[in-house]
């Protein structure tokens, strides 16, 4: 394929799969390119419906990897056994404030009355120092970012 043809198939692949998962095969490092090269098949080896049926194929393995990750709900997502959060900055931000409001809740354990002068936001401020990766991706700490059409996605392995 040529570079207008796999820009068009690149187009048609965010249509069909979305940003989302797009960005997050990016991140994976799943070919967005069928592995077809025309000059493979010389039309005097090949019929034009073999030549078609090679494209196509090449084409559908492209789509099944895609079609291995799942949106299982919100930004969440799974490759495998793999879970996955792809969210835009603003997106992010606010699972990251989810995150901690969830830990200062739950883990923080903090007395009814010395609560009143806990101050949250200098808590959560200093909690933000390592960045977004250190707080969404459990499993590892990272965040990847992914651009696609011009929209830049963040990625984080949360198992």
Request: proline share 3%; aromatic share 12%; charged share 40%.
């Amino acid at each position: 394929m040529n570079a207008e043809e796999l820009q068009v198939f690149y187009n048609e692949l965010v249509d069909e799969y979305g940003e989302k998962i797009i960005a997050l095969a990016q991140s994976l490092g799943i070919s967005l390119e069928p592995d077809f090269d025309a000059e493979d098949y010389p039309t005097e080896d090949y019929t034009e419906e073999e030549i078609a049926e090679e494209k196509q194929n090449a084409i559908d393995e492209v789509k099944d990897e895609l079609n291995s990750i799942v949106n299982d709900y919100d930004n969440t997502y799974s490759y495998y056994r793999e879970e996955y959060i792809v969210a835009t900055d603003e997106e992010a931000d606010e699972i990251e404030d989810e995150y901690l409001d969830n830990y200062i809740d739950e883990c923080l354990e903090i007395p009814d009355n010395i609560r009143p002068y806990f101050d949250e936001e200098k808590w959560k401020n200093d909690a933000r120092m390592d960045g977004r990766g250190h707080i969404i991706a459990s499993y590892d700490g990272c965040e990847d970012e992914e651009d696609v059409n011009g929209t830049t996605y963040y990625i984080y392995r949360i198992n």
